[in-house]
């Protein structure tokens, strides 16, 4: 495996960003991924993020996209040793259930091994924990 993520959940009173970090831990490859990937767009959140509640999943409720093919200009060039990060509102994106509840949340993506074809690697982030309060419907 060339790469490794880290997600971050941060509470933020009845919001919940996230951040996540993808590494290079590669020697010798550099590695792609997708903008998108790294969240510069909420509409491809649902296919990254696995969201549960006390064992049971979340649903994703923020739109979904189609997505062109990627350009050169659409990916994040990773050489050898490298991170980048990316960070994201949830909040509004996840059917939370009311009242206070304890979360598991984890990433995974794909990286393209640059000069090995092109060969996509997937990357996963260990589960993060946090305990949420949604917000009381108005």
Same mark, same amino acid.
């Given at each position: 495996?060339n790469?490794?993520?880290t997600?971050?959940? *941060? +509470?933020?009173?009845?919001?919940?960003?996230?951040?996540?970090?993808?590494?290079? +831990?590669s020697d010798?490859?550099? %590695?792609e991924i *997708?903008k998108?990937?790294? !969240?510069?767009?909420q509409s491809? %959140?649902?296919?990254?993020i696995?969201?549960?509640?006390?064992?049971?999943?979340?649903?994703?409720?923020?739109s979904?996209?189609?997505v =062109?093919?990627?350009? *050169?200009?659409? #990916? #994040?060039?990773?050489?050898?040793?490298?991170?980048?990060t990316?960070?994201?509102e949830?909040?509004?994106?996840?059917? !939370?259930?009311?009242g206070?509840h304890s979360?598991?949340?984890?990433y995974?993506? !794909?990286?393209?091994?640059?000069?090995?074809?092109?060969? %996509? %690697?997937?990357?996963k982030? *260990?589960?993060?924990?946090?305990?949420?309060?949604? =917000?009381?419907?108005?």
């Open positions: 495996m790469a490794t993520a997600m971050t959940p *941060e +509470i933020l009173g009845h919001d919940i960003r996230i951040h996540v970090t993808v590494h290079n +831990i010798k490859t550099s %590695l *997708e998108r990937q790294l !969240f510069q767009s491809s %959140l649902g296919s990254l696995e969201l549960t509640c006390e064992g049971k999943p979340v649903p994703f409720v923020g979904m996209a189609k =062109r093919s990627a350009t *050169e200009a659409d #990916v #994040v060039r990773l050489p050898p040793g490298a991170s980048t990316g960070d994201a949830i909040g509004t994106l996840f059917a !939370f259930p009311r206070k979360y598991q949340i984890s995974h993506a !794909f990286v393209s091994a640059v000069g090995e074809d092109d060969k %996509l %690697l997937e990357v982030s *260990e589960p993060a924990h946090f305990t949420f309060e949604s =917000r009381p419907a108005q």
